[in-house]
């Protein structure tokens, strides 16, 4: 085999590797007693819900920061912002509201989904 085709191989598989990763389910994270689950939206969005036990306990499909029903452009945004929540009703925290958007910026949500 020549050099370029030695090289070509571990970058297909690579690339293969990271496309399949993209489009994996995120496995459920648990936080304190709550379990926190991302949603899949038809649109191609994303939302979570938040349950103690069996009991739901927070389900948001849309992102909070706009008046329009569509969720968040990406996966890693919906879930720093349910950690975040579920972050806050393990520490006794009752308001069940999504931070506010200046606080989801500094979490990180980038600017696509604020």
């Known amino acids: 085999m020549t050099r370029k085709k030695l090289l070509l191989i571990p970058l297909l598989f690579f690339s293969a590797v990271a496309l399949a990763q ?7 994270m648990h936080v304190g007693k709550y379990v926190i689950k991302l949603i899949a939206n038809p649109d191609n969005t994303y939302g979570y819900q938040i349950n103690e036990g069996q009991k739901l306990i927070v389900q948001q499909k849309s992102k909070p920061y706009s008046t329009t029903q569509v969720g968040f ?26 931070p506010d958007a200046k606080k989801a910026k500094e979490l990180g949500v980038t600017k696509e989904d604020l």
């Open 73 to 98: 452009n990406q996966k890693q945004n919906a879930m720093v912002v349910a950690i975040w929540l579920a972050s806050q009703l393990n520490e006794g925290n009752k308001n069940k509201n999504a």
């Open 22 to 28: 993209s489009k994996a389910n995120v496995a459920d």
